[in-house]
Nanobody
């Protein structure tokens, strides 16, 4: 059974930093692209960042470029989202997601199709 567990969310002041972690189990971690999504009240779910199964390429939403960094540690089956210079508009529930990269199938690193999702972790940035 695939399971994704996010952690690291919380309350932080504007300009501060948080690091989110997502621990995966029940899958061969290195065969999956990893993504971080967020959804704020009244807004659509947004792909924030993604990283290829190989770690060779990344994607960032324009709103977070230069502030957020996605990384993965395949030995620990964990993906991270380092969030710096946080703004109130970053407030949202953040979700970890994975996409299996099957042989003969290709998805852009910025594609929105993912296969499994975590339960989410709340990030609140105060002004």
């Amino acid at each position: 059974q695939v399971q994704l567990v996010e952690s690291g969310g919380g309350l932080v002041q504007a300009g501060g930093s948080l690091r989110l972690s997502c621990a995966a189990s029940g899958l061969i971690f290195s065969r999956y692209d990893m993504g971080w999504f967020r959804q704020a009240p009244g807004k659509e779910r947004q792909l924030v960042a993604a990283i290829r199964w190989s770690g060779g390429s990344t994607y960032y939403a324009d709103s977070v470029k230069g502030r957020f960094t996605i990384s993965r540690d395949n030995a620990k089956n964990t993906v991270y989202l380092q969030m710096n210079s946080l703004k109130p508009e970053d407030t949202a529930v953040y979700y970890c997601a994975v996409r299996r990269m099957d042989s003969g199938t290709y998805y852009s690193i910025g594609a929105l199709k993912y296969d499994y999702w975590g339960q989410g972790t709340q990030v609140t940035v105060s002004s």
